[in-house]
């Protein structure tokens, strides 16, 4: 693919992102601590995306999580400088998911209030000495599982991030459901089976959730994971907005 061409391919699934409807995406986020934006990757988008992570230049660490109980199957952290398409994506999401992230701290009376800008967040993670990126790619072949987990990292977080699934449910691999839990006060957890096809993009909470009772809002904490992975290799691209310390 010539220059020209990558650079067209960029600006296709940037606007694609940004064409999404974000009021929808606000209310589902709101109402149940994630939302789906469909198709936000197209084929060769996904092929070109799964292609990096092969490129070990491009990355900053590789682990293998059954080395820290944290699953089976392995991931790696991008380095700085982010490879075309996760900066675009990154870039892209931040200033549509800010506002939805203020609105959740002015509803649980928090007084912290993201900047409007991409720029401007990562000054103030760098500041406090997060510096190093977190966008990462997920690898799971046969067997392989995620437990369930939260992505901090640091002292300062943004609320949500995303995920988009590079494989095909059924062709590629079976099994490896992205699974979300939502855990209340007094109450039991609750788990949701978030369907993503190939080239979608789940956008949830990383940590807590505002949910509204008669009495006003209250938090909800939130866990994501992967299911075990029956058969075939299922491959994600990670979207955190954060760095880590």
């Given at each position: 693919?010539?220059g020209?061409?990558?650079k067209s ?6 606007q694609r992102?940004a064409?999404?409807?974000w009021?929808?995406i606000?209310q589902a986020?709101s109402e149940h601590g ?13 092929a070109?995306a799964r ?15 059954a ?9 790696q952290?991008?380095a ?7 900066q675009?994506l990154?870039e892209?999401l931040?200033?549509?998911l800010a ?5 959740w701290?002015?509803?649980?009376g928090?007084?912290k209030?993201?900047?409007?800008s991409?720029?401007s967040f990562?000054?103030q ?8 990126p977190t ?5 799971y072949g046969?067997?392989?599982?995620n437990r369930?987990h ?10 949500l ?6 494989s095909?449910p059924?062709?590629d ?6 699974v979300?839990?939502?855990t209340?006060?007094?109450?039991q ?20 959730r505002?949910?509204?009772s008669?009495?006003g809002?209250y938090r909800?904490?939130?866990?994501h ?20 310390e």
């Amino acid at each position: 693919m010539s220059g020209a061409a990558k650079k067209s391919a960029l600006q296709n699934a940037a606007q694609r992102v940004a064409d999404a409807d974000w009021r929808s995406i606000g209310q589902a986020l709101s109402e149940h601590g994630y939302a789906v934006v469909p198709r936000a990757l197209d084929d060769a988008e996904c092929a070109a995306a799964r292609d990096l992570y092969a490129r070990t230049d491009l990355f900053r660490s590789r682990i293998v999580m059954a080395r820290r109980g944290f699953g089976q199957g392995e991931y790696q952290y991008f380095a700085y400088p982010l490879p075309a398409l996760v900066q675009a994506l990154r870039e892209t999401l931040y200033p549509r998911l800010a506002p939805i992230a203020n609105a959740w701290a002015s509803v649980l009376g928090g007084d912290k209030r993201n900047p409007s800008s991409l720029p401007s967040f990562l000054k103030q993670c760098h500041a406090a000495g997060q510096t190093r990126p977190t966008p990462l790619m997920l690898k799971y072949g046969a067997g392989d599982y995620n437990r369930l987990h939260q992505d901090l990292y640091g002292g300062i977080q943004f609320p949500l991030q995303a995920t988009v699934l590079l494989s095909t449910p059924g062709k590629d691999f079976d099994g490896g459901a992205f699974v979300l839990t939502e855990t209340a006060p007094r109450r039991q957890t609750r788990v949701e089976v978030v369907p993503l096809r190939l080239g979608d993009m789940g956008i949830f909470a990383v940590n807590q959730r505002p949910a509204r009772s008669a009495k006003g809002y209250y938090r909800v904490a939130m866990r994501h994971g992967v299911s075990t992975v029956r058969n075939g290799s299922r491959l994600t691209l990670g979207v955190i907005f954060h760095d880590a310390e």
